[in-house]
């Protein structure tokens, strides 16, 4: 499975922007896939996750402002980031699971299997 994040770029504080992640594979619809992001200097950390089912779960820094959602006819996973904040700057990685994974786990990047290249996200203040 290959994943290939695009949508990123630079925004204004306040401002939106929507990443997609494509997968090379259908059995992409069926895989749980997560958002992680990783600011310079700083761990990569959890943002998002939406379940074959269409579960989501999201970190606490993000919630109420990205949405995830997936259009399983085009394989591919949005989020949808509003209101963003300085802070919010990082490159974002879309990842994939090869299984389903517990919803104890969806936060861990050692669940997820495949990962894209990343895309840059850039929140001027």
């Known amino acids: 499975v290959q994943l290939v994040e695009s949508g990123g770029g630079l925004v204004e504080a306040g401002g939106s922007l929507r990443p997609s992640c494509a997968a090379s594979?259908?059995?992409?619809?069926?895989?749980?896939i997560g958002w992680f992001r990783q600011a310079p200097g700083k761990e990569r950390e959890f943002g998002a996750a939406?379940?074959?089912?269409?579960?989501?779960f999201y970190a606490d820094s993000v919630k109420g402002r990205f949405t995830i959602s997936r259009d399983n006819a085009k394989n591919t996973v949005y989020l949808q980031m509003n209101s963003l904040k300085p802070e919010d700057t990082a490159v974002y990685y879309c990842?994939?699971?090869?299984?389903?994974?517990?919803?104890?786990?969806?936060?861990?990047?050692?669940?997820?299997?495949?990962w894209g290249q990343g895309t840059q996200v850039t929140v001027s203040s």
């Open positions: 990842a994939a699971a090869a299984y389903i994974v517990p919803t104890a786990l969806v936060a861990k990047s050692t669940a997820y299997n495949y």
């Open positions: 939406i379940g074959g089912s269409g579960s989501t």
């Open positions: 594979a259908r059995i992409f619809n069926t895989l749980p």
